[in-house]
């Protein structure tokens, strides 16, 4: 699994890999995708996009498209949130993580913040599971309710942050961990 940028040619798998699958849309707040034509306008939309944010499309070794990761900025440059979807023929098997992973990494070391953040409804425990595994610290639950637009459902999020030192002090015990692991098998 890697991320790319997208390619026109990528909404027929994106299509039927990713945005046909009702599975995912329980907790995603963008408008489910359910035409061919639709799947095309979304792609060349997120090709316009990538020229000045990171979006990605998610593909499997093949290079085929499995879903999309985007880090969502702030009007002065600062990171929002994150975008991660992948269809449900492709979850379990930690893609997610390591998505998650590289964004982080990518928002620290590339996009130079001092402080990232995100969000999840409150209902959505997978994803407040994750969040808390990669090392953000819950920093509490929005006190207003959101509606998400294309079908009206009334939604909580709850908050993460995540500083640049508690990313450089986990990336660091991250790579102690493993070089003791190495040197035993040695």
């Known amino acids: ?7 026109i040619e990528d909404y027929k798998l994106l299509y039927k890999n990713f945005w046909s699958d009702e599975k995912g849309w329980k907790f995603m707040l ?20 990538q020229k000045t944010s ?10 085929e498209p499995i ?13 929002k949130d994150f975008a ?7 979850t379990g098997k930690g893609y997610g993580y390591e998505i998650s992973k590289a964004l982080i990494k990518y928002s620290f070391e590339i996009l130079n913040q001092d402080e990232i953040f995100g969000a999840c409804m409150t209902e959505d425990k997978h994803t407040h599971k994750l969040l ?32 640049r030192d508690e990313y450089l002090k986990r990336e660091r015990k991250e790579h102690r961990f493993l070089w003791l ?5 040695v």
Request: proline fraction near 3%; charge should be positive; hydrophobic fraction near 35%.
């Open 54 to 63: 990171p979006r990605f499309v998610v593909v499997q070794k093949n290079d």
């Open 132 to 163: 808390k595994k990669l090392g953000y610290r819950e920093i509490g639950i929005s006190p207003k309710s959101y509606t998400r637009n294309w079908d009206g459902l009334a939604y909580q999020k709850i908050k993460f942050s995540m500083t």
């Open 1 to 7: 699994m890697s991320l790319r940028k997208a390619k």
């Open 181 to 185: 692991f190495k040197k035993k098998k």
């Open 30 to 49: 963008w408008r489910p995708i359910k035409n061919l034509t639709s799947a095309k306008e979304k792609v060349k939309e997120i090709v316009e996009k």
């Open 84 to 90: 991660v979807g992948i269809g449900s023929n492709f």
């Open 67 to 79: 879903g999309i990761a985007s880090i969502i900025l702030r009007d002065d440059g600062s990171v």
